[in-house]
């Protein structure tokens, strides 16, 4: 009789982790399929894919931006871009907020429950997480804004990092979507003026986007050079 229970509990358990099984086959399939074909995600062919009913695009839209927060092959800023020729300029910054929330959220999700354990390791393969274990607790708000705005580390990771790191979610999202939000505005521009790419909008978006990048670069670079001082 106990063995049969014990059978009975070792098929129930089976049974439990086929969802969580067949999620993540799923979820692989998409990230290969991805990186086999990351030469064709562009622009151009997101908006040649997505239906032209609005909701079925939004749909898509949101499944896309789910897929880069697993995927470090897609360019958050071409389905920011793919977003503004798709919708409306209002309609487009919303679905980019709303998309990099998901983006943002799955990676911290997946830190968190992976648990600190896993920090150190995550910390050791990549270096420069180690500029954010200093801080990481002085300004939950602050420091999730400006690792968004430096952009200079890898976007996934971070999230995963801060998810692992205890974060509070809140304060993690509130800090990312505001350290985001110059780049989702400009690449919406950029995508509603593609067409026209000597239109003041569109040449304004380009250089604020150049500003932002080399800003980035300076900003990581000055506080690389403040935590090596204060170690």
């Known amino acids: 009789m106990d063995e049969e229970n014990e059978i009975r509990h070792k098929k129930r358990t089976l049974l439990s982790y086929l969802p969580k099984a067949a999620g993540v086959a799923f979820w692989l399939c998409l990230i290969v399929l991805c990186i086999v074909q990351r030469d064709k995600i562009t622009v151009d062919n997101i908006v040649n894919f997505t239906p032209k009913n609005p909701f079925l695009a939004f749909c898509i839209v949101m499944l896309l931006f789910a897929l880069k927060s697993v995927c470090v092959v897609i360019y958050g800023g071409i389905l920011y871009a793919a977003c503004g020729i798709l ?42 997480l180690e500029l954010l274990h200093s ?26 990092y801060l998810g692992a790191s205890g974060l509070h979610y ?49 900003l990581y670079y000055i506080w690389k050079r403040k935590k090596r001082q204060e170690g």
């Open 87 to 128: 919708f409306s300029l209002p309609t487009a910054i919303a679905i980019n907020i709303a998309g990099s929330v998901i983006m943002t959220t799955i990676p911290f999700l997946i830190g968190k429950k992976l648990g600190a354990k896993r920090l150190a390791a995550l910390t050791k393969k990549h270096s420069k």
């Open 170 to 218: 809140i304060w993690y999202i509130s800090g990312t979507i505001m350290g985001l939000l110059p780049a989702i505005v400009n690449f919406s521009v950029m995508g509603k003026n593609i067409h026209d790419v000597s239109s003041p909008a569109f040449r304004i978006s380009v250089v604020l986007e150049i500003f932002l990048m080399l800003l980035s670069v300076i």
């Open 135 to 160: 801080v990481q607790h002085k300004n939950e708000l602050l420091l999730s804004f400006f690792v968004r705005i430096v952009g200079f580390l890898p976007s996934d990771l971070v999230s995963m």
